[in-house]
Nanobody, 126 residues
């Protein structure tokens, strides 16, 4: 089984920055596409960013393009989400997710991911 653990969430003022980290157990991380999703109260869980198994290809939701950066360090079994210029509408629980099928580029649908972290709360005050 694969276990994902997120960290780095917190409360920040609008315009501030946070860096989320997700550490995966097991060696299969290095062949798995990874994604960051978020879910605000009363809303669906939506894609934020995704990265291919090799780190060579990334995807960003329109709402975060130019502000967020996803990256990974396979040697550390870790995927990151650097969030700049945060807005109140970024407030949500952020989840790290991984695919079980190896060598995928990335996927934007939550249904394509098999492993999920517990989530980390990000709150942006206005």
């Amino acid at each position: 089984q694969v276990q994902l653990v997120e960290s780095g969430g917190g409360l920040v003022q609008a315009g501030g920055s946070l860096r989320l980290s997700c550490v995966a157990s097991g060696r299969t991380f290095s062949t798995s596409a990874m994604g960051w999703f978020r879910q605000a109260p009363g809303k669906e869980r939506d894609i934020v960013a995704a990265i291919s198994w090799s780190g060579g290809s990334t995807y960003y939701a329109d709402s975060v393009k130019g502000r967020f950066t996803i990256s990974r360090d396979n040697a550390k079994n870790t995927v990151y989400l650097k969030m700049n210029s945060l807005k109140p509408e970024d407030t949500a629980v952020y989840y790290c997710a991984g695919e079980s099928t190896p060598f995928r580029r990335w996927d934007v649908s939550s249904s394509e991911y098999d492993y999920w972290g517990q989530g980390t709360q990000v709150t942006v005050s206005s």
